[in-house]
């Protein structure tokens, strides 16, 4: 921080408000921001452009410097900076506006507070992040202190579904020395994320009069032939272990198939996921697979989604400052963790570490909560590790 007090972010952390905390939540949660997955926001819930106008107005009104970037139809970024003192290392803050969709939520646009908790979509995947941003924000212009490197606040579109905005957001070059994602890691600091990579499997039959299945050839039970394969498949990565994120994993989400009880199915599609570490990609775990499966009438696709895994590298400056960060902010846990699902963090060119408020545990959940406490928590750690890793 400016004047190189070692005091200055103790004195800034006494500072930090928790009902202007809950109070900036409730207001994003109330600005509508569901990932239309793919598409140009059609609905009026879906986009981030309102998240990403709420950040501008308010950092601007700070006295940041601050724009926006509809870099697709429909879909935004929002990159704000405070300048530093004296050119030491820049940090950036950063954070997807984007949520999943809204159905079967009763009221999840109305931000409440109840018992130190902030109900409602995004609450904590990831709006209490963006909240605790604009935080440290308010305490820096309040106590007119800036750290010595650049600070900067992004919002980011898109990371629910292809990453787009975080893509975008790095094509020009690493934005900053270091970057924190917000995401809901139980206030762990979390050095490696899980990527992934969906895939169809599309198997074959001959359909014929359901009284006569002997001449043709059921689709279904072929793909449940191979569902058991890949089930074997699933225990034998359990032998690759990464030291901080554990064995991938594999998760079968859709199975599609046939047409009537009286007749025997000619197709049948199967969607699985497969969660990739770091080091492994989309094309070699797919051969994997169908080295594993029996040959047949059967094809599997390239993966069609994918998000690349990420893992800072061994012994980073940003580590030692966040994790030093989560000690001095008496977090409940300050080693090294893996986030176990996938996020922007391969994306923006810069070294990346994961630490937020919340758990994903109510990520994408129909009661989606955040503790203020862990928002609180979350800020101090934020404040700290700028002035840790700045000077
Ligand atoms: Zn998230």
């Known amino acids: 921080m400016e004047a190189s007090s070692s005091e200055a972010p103790a004195r800034c952390v006494e500072q930090i408000d928790r009902d202007r905390l809950a109070r900036t939540l409730c207001e994003l949660i109330e600005l509508p921001s569901v990932n ?28 940041w410097t601050s724009e926006i970037d509809e870099y697709a139809p429909g879909r935004f970024n929002t990159l704000a900076r405070l300048p530093g003192t004296s050119g030491g290392r820049s940090l950036m803050l950063a954070g997807h506006m984007d949520t999943v969709e ?55 579109g898109d990371e629910e579904y292809r990453q787009e905005g975080a893509k975008a957001l790095g094509a020009s070059g690493p934005p900053a020395d270091a970057v924190i994602i917000g995401e809901p890691t139980e206030l ?18 001959e359909a014929t009069h359901s009284s006569v299945p002997q001449h043709g050839t059921n689709a279904i039970l072929a793909a449940a032939r191979l569902l058991g394969r890949l089930e074997e498949h699933q225990r034998t990565l359990d032998r690759r ?34 969660r990739l570490l770091p080091g492994e990609n989309p094309s070699d775990v797919r051969a994997d697979v169908v080295a594993d499966l029996e040959p047949g009438a059967w094809s599997l696709g390239e993966a069609w989604w994918t998000v ?15 994790l030093k960060a989560a000690e001095l902010s008496e977090a409940p846990d300050p080693s090294p963790r893996g986030f176990p699902a996938s996020s922007d963090a391969a994306y923006f060119g810069s070294p990346v570490a994961l630490f937020g408020p919340g758990s994903l545990a109510q990520a994408h959940s129909l009661d989606e909560w955040v503790s203020i406490s862990d928002m609180v928590t979350a800020t101090a750690v934020y404040l700290r590790t700028a002035s840790l890793i700045s000077g």
């Open 241 to 274: 272990r990464h030291p901080l994120l554990g064995p991938p994993t594999m998760n079968v989400g859709v199975i599609e198939g046939g047409i009537k009880p009286n007749i025997v199915p000619s197709e049948c599609r199967v969607q699985f996921s497969r």
């Open 36 to 63: 239309p997955f793919g598409g140009v926001p059609q609905d009026a819930d879906q986009g981030e452009g309102r998240v990403a106008a709420y950040l501008h107005d308010r950092l601007v009104r700070l006295g």
């Open 308 to 322: 690349a895994p990420y893992e800072l590298p061994e012994g980073h400056w940003l580590a030692a400052a966040l």
């Open 102 to 156: 809204t159905t079967g939520y009763p009221e999840a646009l109305t931000g409440v507070v109840r018992d130190g908790k902030v109900y409602g979509r995004g609450a904590c995947d990831m709006k209490a992040a963006l909240a605790c941003y604009l935080e440290v924000a308010e305490i820096l212009a309040e106590r007119s202190l800036r750290p010595a490197g650049d600070l900067l606040i992004a919002g980011v």
């Open 188 to 205: 762990t600091a979390c050095l490696a994320t899980k990527g992934l990579a969906a895939f169809e499997l599309r198997v074959t039959g």
